[in-house]
Every structure is written in structure tokens, then in C-alpha cells.
């Protein structure tokens, strides 16, 4: 399996990149940390005639925080982000949903723009995108947008980007206090993509009895992740209590619509999608307590 | 704008502290650029889509998959494969030691891959836990020793390490 002919570029700027994307948007395709583009090269499922290299552009990668949102430009390594104090402490979720995202050496090259453009059903960052109500900045040389994670993911491996588009940075908002987070997913081995994967995030009230806000977003369980409107809508107002979480699974179960493969059925994937509903949201209204008390 | 870019390109690159510099297609990847440029065999190549693991090797000390890496894009940079781990021609370093008093190799396919991604994550945790160790190692195949003796191999290195 070896790729077929293409040419290679390295820009020196964004503004180069943007230049040459704009005029060879149709032949083109940016590389990010290859990951998911080189196997599809080697399997010969994509063929490009130009490979647009990102990694020489130093101005696409770090993590900052900025009127409180955090944000995390294109060409950050989910290593950098695993590694990173500042994810640990302003979002955990997404701290603790990198670890997940394939192995050691995948990580090491992977980049978060690159996770978010490519948009894998199954993949970890589209969903803790969802999860926190995240935007996507996207750039091109005809300006610049945000645009909402609800609208910037569409289907299976198809995003808003436009072809000249570039992913430039990605930010999460800052939670609410008493709030807390989780994440979890059943995937076959370790750094599998996930059969199901779940992120919960439950804010509190005052007295940390009542649940004032809950979402729960999927992944594996759509040809993009989804969010289980139903479920949150109801969880809104009960009591934190195992009953509660129960009867947010139910829903759950009722709301999403996955689709069976060879790696799973639909049916496994309903029930387990309730299962780690339940669990995340208990984890995450506990965390929400301790956060509170530390 | 149809000239934009090149199919070939001359790049510099350090392997195992050598420089060599050499003129490549740009859609050779790194694994073949080690193996057939270099004659640095030592990687190995299972799936050539980043599954197995085998291909392992160190990108400025960092662990990548080579057969998911253009050797376009190791321009300027230095590579460490399995063949640069020994000190000399009559020692071992000590997670070849390891491996071989532990019997943590049968046919050896999966072996280089697994030194240089236990290379790297020994170097950042020195004395670590069994299961941190199967999670550094889990993007590796190997489909002969059921991975214990390759567990084990790994805790008498990094014993063998900290010790030195
Ligand atoms: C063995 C293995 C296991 C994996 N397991 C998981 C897993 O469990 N979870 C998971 O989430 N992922 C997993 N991945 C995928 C990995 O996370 C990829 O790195 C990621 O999906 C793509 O990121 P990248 O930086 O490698 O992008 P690339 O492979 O370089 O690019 C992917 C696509 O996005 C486009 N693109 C990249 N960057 C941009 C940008 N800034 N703007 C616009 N378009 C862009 C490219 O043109 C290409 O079409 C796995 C990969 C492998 C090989
Ligand atoms: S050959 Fe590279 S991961 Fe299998
Ligand atoms: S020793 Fe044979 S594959 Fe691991």
C-alpha cells in the first residue's frame, strides 16, 4: 500500500496556505498530522494532486484562554493537549476524553484541527465539542467565521468547512460553577475508536440537591455526535439521585437511532449509549460537589 | 497557480546521529525511506495504516508511526530507529536486555516497534505501573507472546534504568 503521486508544498505562512487553498481548492487537501489523511493515501481512498503541509506553521498551534473560553489552535498535538495544565484545569472533559483518542504515537501527531475537520463519527473531540457547546473558527482568504459545533458537523466525515476553508482554531466555553464533567466509552481494546462514547456535563443548584442543567452528547451512535435534547430537557429541575440518572438512560434509549455494523449491533449500542448515560452523569454531578468543596 | 509544489524533493535528515541527505518522491513514506533508502531494515512494516505498530520510530525523540509519515516532512529533523538503541556493537541497551532475559520477543516482528514506544514512555515515566505500561504499549500488535512477557520486560527495564 503506498500512495499515489502527488506534490507536496509547505507553506511558510497561513497566508500562503490560504493563497494556494483558494486557487486549488478541488486538487487540494491541507496535512495535518496524518493520521487519518496518510492511510487514506496508502489505501488510495483519497488522491489529491496537492498536499498543502501544515506543520511548518507555528502560528496554528497553543493553548490559551480568552475571555474565559479556552482555546486551542488547529495544529495542536492531542498530546500537547493531554500534557497541557491549562486543559486539566479549564476543561477537563476535554482532558479527560484525549487520552481516548487512538495511542501513544497517534497522539504524538494528531492534531485537534485535524480531528475536527476530518469529523469521524466515532471520534472523541467532535463530541466533547458538542458536549460544551464549542465553536470552530474557520479561515479562508475571503475572511473568517465561527461557527457553532451544532452546525459545523453534518454527517459522516462532512463538516461546514468549505474546500478553501481552513480549520484555524477551536474554543471551548467556560462552564457555569457546580458544574462537572465526564467522560466515558466502550471501545473494543484501548485507543480503538469507540463503539460508544459519552460526555456529561451536570451544573447544580446552590444547595447541590437539584439539577439545573444536564447534557449528554454521543459519539458512535450517529453519523455525527449527538446530543440527547430529550434526555437534558428532562433531567432539568430533578433530584440528584440514582433514580434520576436511571431514568435519564431510559430516555436516552427512547431518543438516539444508532446504526449496527460489523463492530457492534444498533440494539448493543442503544443500550450501552444508556448505561454510560447513567454512569457519566452520576460521575459528573459528583465531581460537580467535590469542585465545589475544593 | 499549477506549479505549486514539487513530486520530488532533496531532504537532510539525522538517523541514529548519522546525517544523510537524499533526494525523495514526496509520497515516499518514512518507513520505506528507512528501509529502502537507508537500508535500515530494523523498522518493520505490518499494515501500513498505522494499526500495528510495528513501524515505530522516534521523530526528535517523540514516538510516530513511520508508515503514517512522509520522509518529505523529516526534513531538518532527527529520526531514531531501532538500530541506533545499542551503545556499541557488544552492548545492549537495556530494554534489549530486558527483552531478552524476559523472553519478550518470540518471532520479533513486533519488536522494534515495541523498544522505541517504551523507549520514549520510560523516558517520561521512569517507574511506571503495569497498566501504565500496557496503555503506552496498546497501539502495538503483537501476535505471538500474549504481551505478558513484553509487560515484564518492560518493568525489569525501567528497573534496570533507574538502577544505572
Ligand atoms: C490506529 C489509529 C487509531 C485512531 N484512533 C482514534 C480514536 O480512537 N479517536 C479519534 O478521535 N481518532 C482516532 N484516530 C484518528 C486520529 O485522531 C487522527 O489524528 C485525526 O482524526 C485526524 O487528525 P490529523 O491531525 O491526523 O489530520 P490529518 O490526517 O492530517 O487530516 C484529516 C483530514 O482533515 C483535513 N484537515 C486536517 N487539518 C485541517 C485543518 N486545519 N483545516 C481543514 N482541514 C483539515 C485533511 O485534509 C484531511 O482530510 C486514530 C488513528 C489511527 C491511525
Ligand atoms: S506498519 Fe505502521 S502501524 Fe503498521
Ligand atoms: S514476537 Fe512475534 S509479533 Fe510479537
Redesign the pocket.
Known sequence: MKPPRFRYYAPHSLEEALAVLAEMADEA????????????LNMRL?RPSLLID?NGLHE?SGIELDNGALVVR??TR?RAVERSPLVAEHTPLLAEAIR????LP??T???V???V??A?P????PGVLMALDGTVQLTSRRGQRLVPAEDFFIDLLTTA?EPD????EVRFPSLPSRTGTAWLEV?RRH????LVGVGAVVSLAEDFTTVTEARLSFIGVGGRPVRARLAEAALRGQPVAAETWRAAAATVRGEIDPAGDIHASAEYRRYVAGVLAERALALAAERAREGARQ | MTAVGTERRVIRVVVNGVPYEREVEARLLLSDFLRHELGLTGTHVGCE???CGACTVLFDGEPV?SC?FLAVQADGHAIETVEGLAPSESELHPLQLAFWEKHGLQCGYCTPGMLMVLKAFLAEHPNPTEEEIREAIS?NLCRCTGYQNIVEAALSAAQLMRQS
Not at chain 1, 100 to 103: A, N
Not at chain 1, 122 to 125: D, F, I, R, S
Not at chain 1, 165 to 168: A, G, N, P, Q
Open positions: 487537501k491541507p496535512l495535518a498530522g496524518g493520521q487519518s489523511l496518510i492511510p487514506m483519497a501544515l496554528l488547529a495544529m492531542h481516548w483518542v487512538g495511542h497517534i497522539r501527531r494528531g492534531t484541527g485535524g480531528s475537520a476530518h469521524d466515532a471520534a472523541e473531540l468547512a476553508e481552513l480549520v484555524t471501545a485507543g480503538d475508536y469507540a | 495504516h498505522g494499526v508511526r503514517l497501539g
